[in-house]
């Protein structure tokens, strides 16, 4: 759905029609959704808070003026403000644990063993990002949004979004290139005989 089609889905919300609301929460839920479980620790959780951001949309909907600012950006800054608030009072942060335990159900121990590991490299190489390299990751690649969309959200510029999303990308390949490298040192170094054993 392009952006015409959802500004007069919009005006018609506005209007009350709650068919065009419901377009508008088809649209959006999940990537409103993959962006705030990015953010916070419980799958339930970010259920919640994906439902408040929709009963906060409609209820702000009446007084909702484009202004040049795509209703999606709008959205997600809703979403932003709402994952501000919850993780001033609940103090969490994102842990992608969650993922492996949705996956147990299809994978055997071994392969959630090796998914685990994996996830916490992630989740390590995520951590030691800046705060708004974090956010320009999250917003781009688990909310899905243009660098234009990710940069109203943000309140910057769209080439500052884009410089955050490659420095940021580039410290994940680091960060993964050298967790990868250690893994293997200790591996071969566990492997290999100690000096106590060579005869």
């Given at each position: ?9 919009v ?12 377009r ?10 993959r962006?705030?479980a ?6 339930s959780?970010?259920?919640d ?9 409609l209820?702000?909907?009446?007084r ?6 795509p209703?999606g950006?709008w ?9 501000i ?6 103090h969490?942060?994102?842990h ?10 299809v ?6 063993a ?6 916490y ?35 910057k510029q769209e ?19 050298m967790?990868?490298?250690?893994d ?16």
């Open positions: 759905m392009d952006d015409e089609a959802v500004d007069r889905l005006q018609a919300a506005q209007g009350g029609d709650p068919w065009a609301f419901g508008i929460f088809d649209h959006f839920h999940l990537p409103i959704y962006f705030i990015s953010r916070v620790h419980r799958p959780d970010a259920e808070l994906t439902q408040l951001v929709f009963v906060k949309a209820e702000a909907l009446p909702y003026e484009q202004r040049g600012i209703f950006a959205l997600f800054r809703l979403a932003r403000n709402t994952i608030d919850h993780v001033r009072t609940h969490e942060d994102s992608l644990e969650q993922v492996a335990e949705r996956a147990h159900d994978a055997g121990p071994d392969e959630l090796v998914l685990r590991q994996d996830l490299a992630v989740q390590l190489a995520l951590d030691r990002l800046t705060p708004e390299q974090r956010e320009a990751i999250d917003l781009r690649f688990f909310g899905g949004l243009s660098a234009r969309e990710a940069a109203v959200v943000m309140g080439g500052t979004v884009r410089g955050l999303q490659f420095r940021a990308i580039a410290a994940l390949r680091r960060s993964l290139a967790d990868l490298e250690t293997f040192d200790e591996g071969v170094a566990s492997s290999m005989p100690s000096f106590a054993d060579v005869r």
